[in-house]
């Protein structure tokens, strides 16, 4: 039960960090829309790496509760 809890604020928080990283991109840009390619600074570098680690957070428990 704790891990279903823990799972749902998990994915929770990930939405929320995956929506305030896409602050510029829409679906152009997926198609070849003005493709700017530069290095993450400042907060967009965190938001990149807090995404990438509540994202392996989330696939831990996910496989965790399938045992």
Not at 18 to 37: E, H, P, R, V
């Amino acid at each position: 039960m704790l891990i279903l809890i823990l799972q749902i604020i998990t994915a929770l928080v990930l939405i929320t960090v995956i929506i305030l990283q896409s602050k510029g991109t829409g679906l152009g840009a997926g198609f070849g829309g003005n493709s700017n390619y530069h290095t993450k600074r400042g907060v967009e570098k965190s938001l990149f790496y807090l995404t990438i680690g509540v994202s392996l957070l989330f696939i831990g428990l996910a496989i965790l509760s399938a045992l």
